[in-house]
């Protein structure tokens, strides 16, 4: 199954004139028939459930899936003869295809089963930390890295610095938390900076945060597992020199495939696995996973297709406009809480939210219970947020405006309660 833009044109029922390119670069975030047609290249969730909880893994496209399959036919017939002969030609054209992507050299990149394992390989191989530095991280870091950051007291014997970000935040005052707390920790020479949280869906000014820790020395290790496939951004715009991605999010590729970052001539400042000779200059050198999931990789730039054909700016713009649908309509309502702000630039397509009062992790799973139970929504609680527990609300863009008028409405009713 072929999946071209020339086939999301024809799905959508577009005039011929219109021009392919063009009409998916300005496909409308409001078009539901439009968005209904892209859904239909995609398989659908359980009969009767609104699926609000794309976050943990995004669903393959058809296509994707198709060769997918192929790949595990292939793999399964060839077994050794294809892992220890063609595949590594294979994957150098994988990772051709991802650099592209990133627009990053392919020599900057290697692959890792999530964006966890990428992450943690900058976390736990970063070599220019001494006894008597610091590192810093915030609240809405994921758990797997908070836990990584506080063992670098441990494993480095460094001093482990945490801050709270803002709540309501803003621009300006999470450029402000992270340069305070920079100016009160002079020591700090690493910090974690998550792209866009797991937790709330916050995506804080990533640019400007980067460029201030620059000038105080130290170096960003940036989380962008969420915000690959939901936002726009390059990571060389950014200025980041150290990124852990993931692929099974927003791109949909087949679970178990990441991407970590290094710029070129920072490679060296992070450790070779101690499963690879020291010497060893490359990349790859720093991440050693054994057998991987041959077909999944192979899958890789099937899933870029997918998502390239559908389209980074109308998928951004989707997820953005599904996200304000419910949680624009609710704010300010009585009893509710949403923890991300309305500004668009610090936000994709999740948000978080909390019933007033309710704020340990034992009332939200309730909660997150009783939206499935009563009203057939599927979502997820979060804990880890400073001002207490939520409910994550992740989207798809395949997702309908109904749908989020029907989360609305039961948000209405479960504040009454």
């Not at 801050?163 to 920790?185: K, M, W």
């Not at 054994?290 to 870029?304: E, K, R």
């Not at 610090?346 to 909390?354: D, K, P, V, Y």
Request: aromatic fraction near 6%.
């Amino acid at each position: 199954m072929d999946l071209s833009r020339r086939t999301i044109l024809a799905a959508a029922g577009a005039a011929p004139a219109v021009g392919g390119m063009a009409l998916a670069a300005d496909a409308r975030a409001d078009d539901e028939a439009y968005w209904a047609k892209v859904a239909t290249l995609f398989d659908p969730p359980p009969p009767g459930v609104i699926q609000l909880e794309n976050g943990y893994f995004g669903a393959m496209a058809r296509s994707t899936r198709a060769a997918f399959e192929r790949n595990i036919l292939r793999v399964n017939r060839e077994t050794s003869i294809y892992a220890r002969d063609a595949y590594n030609a294979d994957l150098e054209t994988v990772r051709a295809r991802c650099a592209k992507l990133l627009q990053v050299d392919a020599d900057e990149i290697a692959f890792t089963r999530g964006g966890t394992e990428s992450m943690v390989t900058l976390i736990g191989g970063y070599n220019r930390l001494k006894p008597g530095d610091a590192v810093l991280y915030a609240d809405l870091d994921y758990d797997s890295m908070k836990t990584s950051m506080a063992a670098l007291e441990r494993v480095r014997g460094v001093r482990v610095v945490r801050i709270d970000l803002p709540e309501p935040a803003s621009r300006q005052n999470l450029i402000d938390a992270y340069e305070r707390a920079l100016a009160a920790n002079p020591d700090v020479r690493l910090m974690l900076l998550t792209h866009l949280s797991n937790r709330t869906g916050l995506v804080p000014p990533v640019k400007e945060i980067v460029a201030l820790a620059k000038a105080r020395g130290v170096d960003v290790l940036l989380d962008s597992g969420h915000a690959l496939g939901q936002t726009e951004f390059t990571l060389r715009d950014l200025g980041v020199e150290f990124a852990g991605l993931g692929l099974h999010k927003w791109i949909g590729a087949p679970v178990g495939v990441g991407v970590v970052y290094i710029k070129k001539d920072r490679i060296p400042d992070i450790d070779v696995s101690i499963l690879e000779a020291p010497s060893n200059p490359r990349i790859d050198a720093r991440v050693h996973t054994g057998t991987v999931n041959f077909a999944a990789m192979l899958t890789v730039p099937d899933a870029i297709a997918a998502h390239e054909a559908i389209g980074l700016g109308p998928k951004a713009r989707r997820l953005r406009y599904l996200r304000d649908r419910w949680a624009e309509a609710i704010r300010g309502h009585p009893g509710v809480e949403v923890l991300t702000p309305p500004d668009p630039a610090l936000h994709a397509g999740i948000t978080s939210f909390r019933l007033t009062g309710r704020t340990s992790m034992d009332d939200n799973r309730a909660l997150r219970a009783r939206l499935f139970e009563r009203y057939r929504i599927f979502t997820v609680e979060r804990a880890g947020v400073a001002k207490g527990c939520c409910i994550r609300v992740s989207p798809s863009f395949v997702n309908t405006a109904a749908q989020m008028d029907a989360l609305t409405a039961a948000l209405r009713d479960l504040a009454k309660a």
